[in-house]
């Protein structure tokens, strides 16, 4: 059974630049032909995709965060990682991790409890 476990920093002021951390269990993001997504709900509105990583380490971001978004991995700690720059309080959103076999396109069959990050000064 995979988990996925995400982390962040809760509370940010505008223009810091957050990390996220998705810590994943019970399989390899190495693991041909995953891909691990970041997704994110802001406050009463629908899910927005933000970024993924593949399987062999290839990220692509939404072009609309492709300027502040950027995702990493660890693969000693099995876990891949979200920093976006200069947040506003637009940023605020729950995010999510998640996972597909389809470069990021869906559906996801396994997804974080997401965390919540708010910007607020």
């Known amino acids: 059974q995979v988990q996925l476990q995400e982390s962040g920093p809760g509370l940010v002021k505008p223009s810091q630049t957050p990390s996220l951390t998705c810590a994943v269990s019970?399989?390899?993001?190495?693991?041909?032909?995953?891909?691990w997504s970041w997704i994110r709900q802001p406050p009463g509105k629908g899910l927005v995709w933000i970024g993924v990583?593949?399987?062999?380490?290839?990220?692509y971001v939404s072009p609309s965060l492709k300027s502040r978004a950027s995702i990493s991995r660890d693969t000693s700690k099995n876990h891949f990682s979200l920093q976006l720059s200069s947040v506003t309080p637009e940023d605020t959103a729950v995010y999510y991790c998640?996972?597909?076999?389809?470069?990021?396109?869906?559906?996801?069959?396994?997804w974080g409890q997401g965390t919540l990050v708010t910007v607020s000064s």
């Open positions: 998640t996972r597909d076999n389809t470069a990021g396109l869906g559906p996801y069959d396994y």
């Open positions: 990583i593949l399987y062999d380490g290839n990220t």
């Open positions: 019970g399989g390899s993001i190495t693991t041909n032909y995953y891909a």
